[in-house]
């Protein structure tokens, strides 16, 4: 499994944008990205995916170089809601040891008023 | 509504006094696990099973149990708990391979004294 570094916190104001990058650079070729974000007591609940390029969803968007030792984490205008902490995963497509999601530290992402 | 639920949501039990926590997914996901976290340590895996009466052991899998007679259903048992496994315990279930999404529950907090 690839190993992933990510920073550990950070701050933002309500109504920017807040970027988190990943680093991973021993991904592996059948390697997907995944973020999920958790809030305090609550299970991590998925929130984007992708291999290579960009992609977008309703809630944010992962755009991926071309030699995918990095993902960055983009969330648009966020609000006080958006306060947790939020982990990048990389995933083989064709693991066979029981779908293992191994959650580094995470980053704890704290937007003020 | 697409859920896993876990119960309870909060248990206080004492040292050595068996105890049960229940987890179900409405999905028809194959692969389900259950997770510990605890402060400093992020989210470990104690037990996975990728279906019924298919079941292997985590991360930290020392003094728990599980069982998958049902494809929906994957309790956790204590047989003996102790303080050190005072924890969240999430539970999570998926279709198979790296590139999906894990669904996760509630959540749920148990302390042992």
């Known amino acids: 499994l690839a190993k992933t570094t990510q920073p550990i916190s950070m701050d933002s104001y309500e109504g920017q944008e807040v970027n988190i990058t990943c680093s991973h650079n021993n991904i592996a070729t059948n390697d997907y990205i995944t973020w999920y974000q958790q809030f305090p007591s609550q299970g991590p609940r998925f929130i984007i995916q992708g291999y290579k390029t960009k992609v977008t969803n309703e809630v944010a968007s992962l755009f991926i170089p071309a030699d995918r030792k990095s993902s960055t984490l983009s969330l648009p205008r966020v609000s006080l809601s958006d306060t947790a902490v939020y982990y990048c995963l990389v995933g083989d497509i064709m693991q066979a040891a029981g779908n293992k999601l191994t959650f580094g530290g995470g980053t704890r992402v704290l937007v003020k008023p | 509504e697409a859920q896993v639920t876990q119960n309870p949501r909060y248990l206080i039990t004492v040292t050595g006094k068996k105890l049960t926590v229940t987890c179900s997914q409405n999905?028809?996901?194959?692969?389900m696990s259950w997770y510990r976290q605890d402060p400093g340590l992020g989210l470990r895996q104690i037990y996975y099973?990728?279906?019924?009466?298919?079941?292997d052991k985590g991360d930290v899998p020392e003094g728990y149990k599980v069982s998958r007679k049902e494809k929906r259903n994957f309790p956790l048992i204590l047989e003996s708990p102790s303080p050190n496994q005072t924890s969240l315990y999430f539970c999570a279930s998926s279709f198979p391979g790296g590139n999906t999404e894990a669904f996760f529950g509630q959540g749920t907090r148990l302390t042992v004294v």
């Open positions: 099973s990728m279906n019924v009466e298919v079941t």
């Open positions: 999905m028809n996901h194959e692969y």
